[in-house]
């Protein structure tokens, strides 16, 4: 069985790969708007011992989504329609029997709740796995510190292939520098560099 798995480098979508990496034959998809460069997810990809390919999204969600996250003053609508775009894209336009992602059961943003999923896999004729969906952060964390090489940082100073960066990257240019930093808190991203 083949699975895509949605790919930022970050350590939920590659913890989700170690754990689907038993039972399929796992790609990592990074979904684009060709704002970024997917190079980040493709080194790590490399490193990880996984094949990667990208997928192009809809320009048209990308700007949908940068005007909701600056009219909301916040990214989550933003950032919770790219997923399900991205998600619904890799079912559509990939031939894979699976498609996957790295969303975990804290995560507020993204997510993809039972009615999304059955949709897609009725539509695509796919199936839908969130691996990580019953997992906590604690133990995530614990996970990813036995099983993976991780490198931490503010969002901008960590360089991955992921819809935040590209949001950033576009509500910046349409609303100027200080747009991006009034929709985004400070948090801290991360990169996986390999595995241990």
């Given at each position: 069985?083949?699975?895509a798995?949605?790919?930022s480098?970050?350590?939920?979508?590659?913890?989700?790969?170690?754990?689907?990496?038993?039972?399929?034959?796992?790609?990592?998809?990074?979904?684009?708007?060709g704002?970024?460069?997917?190079?980040?997810?493709?080194?790590?990809?490399?490193?990880?011992?996984?094949?990667h390919?990208?997928?192009?999204?809809?320009?048209?969600?990308?700007?949908?989504?940068?005007?909701?996250?600056?009219?909301?003053?916040?990214?989550?609508?933003?950032?919770?329609?790219?997923?399900?775009?991205?998600?619904?894209?890799?079912?559509?336009?990939?031939?894979f029997?699976?498609?996957?992602?790295?969303?975990?059961?804290?995560?507020?943003?993204p997510?993809?709740?039972?009615?999304?999923?059955?949709?897609?896999?009725?539509?695509?004729?796919?199936?839908?796995?969130?691996?990580?969906?019953?997992?906590?952060?604690?133990a995530?964390?614990?996970?990813?510190?036995?099983?993976?090489?991780?490198?931490?940082?503010?969002s901008?100073?960590?360089p991955?292939?992921?819809?935040?960066?590209e949001?950033?990257?576009?509500?910046?240019?349409?609303?100027?520098?200080?747009?991006?930093?009034?929709?985004?808190?400070?948090?801290?991203?991360?990169?996986?560099r390999?595995?241990?």
């Open positions: 069985m083949r699975a798995l949605l790919y480098a970050g350590k939920d979508s590659t913890l989700a790969a170690l754990l689907l990496e038993e039972f399929y034959d796992v790609t990592l998809v990074t979904a684009s708007f704002v970024v460069d997917p190079e980040p997810a493709r080194e790590a990809a490399a490193a990880l011992g996984f094949p390919e990208t997928v192009d999204l809809d320009p048209d969600v990308a700007r949908e989504a940068v005007d909701r996250m600056h009219e909301d003053g916040y990214p989550r609508n933003g950032i919770q329609r790219v997923h399900e775009h991205a998600v619904e894209r890799v079912a559509h336009v990939t031939d029997d699976t498609v996957a992602d790295g969303t975990r059961r804290d995560d507020r943003v997510t993809v709740d039972r009615p999304l999923a059955q949709s897609v896999e009725d539509r695509f004729d796919v199936d839908y796995l969130a691996p990580l969906a019953g997992i906590g952060r604690g995530i964390d614990d996970m990813v510190a036995d099983r993976l090489v991780v490198e931490t940082g503010p901008e100073a960590i991955k292939a992921d819809y935040e960066v949001l950033r990257a576009l509500l910046a240019d349409e609303y100027g520098e200080t747009a991006v930093d009034d929709v985004f808190p400070d948090h801290v991203q991360s990169r996986v390999g595995r241990r």
